[in-house]
């Protein structure tokens, strides 16, 4: 039976994971109002930084006793500044179940060279968070970027918790519910789900962590990055809008645009709605086939954002230059762009459903998928 590529292709192709797609309909046009050549601390640019924390507390529904900053060096400069500035105080528990989780165990348990219990769990799997002791100090990431799971929900975490929680939730903001009374410290980066450009962290911090950061001292020196306190309190002027380092008035530009669109197609539920919308077209096209699957094995546990699939053929019996193959197909057939395995997950795709990328788009990639599929077992019964 002949492999007939599929005629209709996705309008837009860019499903990679970071950068993300830009929101539909975007153009560079839409940056005129940048105020460009200008000091970010000028009345200006303060009060565009100003305008995109309120945001950011609207449509996230951040709590008003929350603070929230802009910082440097994405969702790692945020993950890092909260490391470097909370830990140490009480026992540390490290939770990874990808990639990005790992860093923060090295960073924790090599670098601050804190005696941490790390609990792991495989690529596609959680840890239980059952067996979490939350009177300890917890790390964890809510959404695996590069493993394709994610935190469920809060229930978990205790109200009455003596620890700290630290989320990296940098692929579940504006995606998923964060319940912000279980989570003291929040990290994002918002060139993810709404598609802004780069090199900018946020840090949200509870009063719980405010209270940490005012009454304990680290036993390491903090680089000047990494400092939220000046005289044993909070600086204040980090978290409405005087930034730690130079930010691009650019990118905070971008991410002004992407908060308005976010708004005007319901907020937060409306986003959340359009990332389950994708994710479920995926899941909808690979039900009941049985040479491709959901990396993550429990689906109350499958991300809407980062989905992760795996090729299940007993044909393939090299799965990672199976993945790549299929991957460049795409890439050259022009139909899905950036869409292989991240670098340390076990081989596979990763397609991008974030709020930015149009359903329609995702359910005409799919047939391109099992296309590439077809194309690639037909190779390995050629060169066999």
Not at 72 to 94: C, F, I, K
Not at 247 to 256: A, G
Request: proline share 6%; aromatic share 8%; hydrophobic share 45%.
């Amino acid at each position: 039976m002949a492999n007939t590529a599929p005629a209709v292709r996705p309008a837009n192709p860019r499903f990679s994971s970071g950068p993300c797609a830009k929101i539909p309909g975007f153009s560079l046009d839409m940056l005129a109002d940048a105020p460009l050549g200008r000091s970010h601390r000028a009345a200006v640019g303060k009060a565009k930084l100003k305008e995109a924390i309120d945001l950011t507390r609207e449509i996230l529904g951040v709590p008003a006793d929350y603070r929230i900053g802009i910082v440097p060096a994405s969702d790692t400069g945020a993950v890092e500044m909260a490391l470097w500035s909370l830990l140490g105080a009480r026992p540390v528990e490290m939770l990874a179940w990808e990639s990005f989780g790992e860093g923060w165990v090295t960073d924790v348990v090599k670098q601050l060279k804190l005696d941490a219990t790390v609990k792991k769990a495989p690529y596609g799997e959680i840890v239980d968070l059952a067996t979490v002791d939350f009177d300890k100090d917890v790390v964890f990431t809510w959404n695996g970027t590069t493993s394709g799971v994610r935190v469920p929900n809060g229930d978990a975490i205790p109200a009455t918790r003596a620890g700290l929680t630290i989320c990296d939730a940098t692929s579940a903001a504006f995606a998923m519910d964060l319940p912000w009374d279980k989570l003291d410290v929040v990290t994002f980066s918002w060139q993810k789900v709404l598609g802004g450009e780069g090199g900018h962290g946020v840090l949200i911090l509870s009063p719980r962590a405010v209270e940490r950061l005012e009454t304990y001292t680290p036993a390491w020196p903090l680089p000047k990055i990494f400092r939220l306190t000046s005289k044993g309190k909070i600086s204040e002027g980090i978290f409405v809008g005087e930034t730690i380092n130079t930010p691009s008035m650019l990118c905070v530009e971008d991410y002004l645009v992407a908060l308005k669109w976010a708004k005007s197609i319901g907020g937060l539920q409306g986003l959340i709605a359009r990332c389950e919308a994708n994710a479920a077209a995926i899941a909808g096209h690979i039900a009941g086939k049985d040479w491709i699957a959901n990396l993550a094995v429990d689906p109350a546990t499958a991300s809407c954002t980062s989905v992760c699939l795996k090729f299940t053929d007993p044909r393939i019996t090299d799965g990672a230059a199976f993945a790549k193959n299929v991957a460049k197909r795409l890439e050259k057939e022009g139909v899905a762009l950036d869409a292989g395995a991240y670098r340390d997950a076990p081989p596979g795709l990763r397609i991008w459903c974030g709020a930015t990328v149009e359903t329609a788009d995702v359910q005409a990639l799919m047939p391109w998928i099992d296309h590439a599929f077809g194309a690639e077992i037909a190779a390995l019964a050629q060169a066999a």
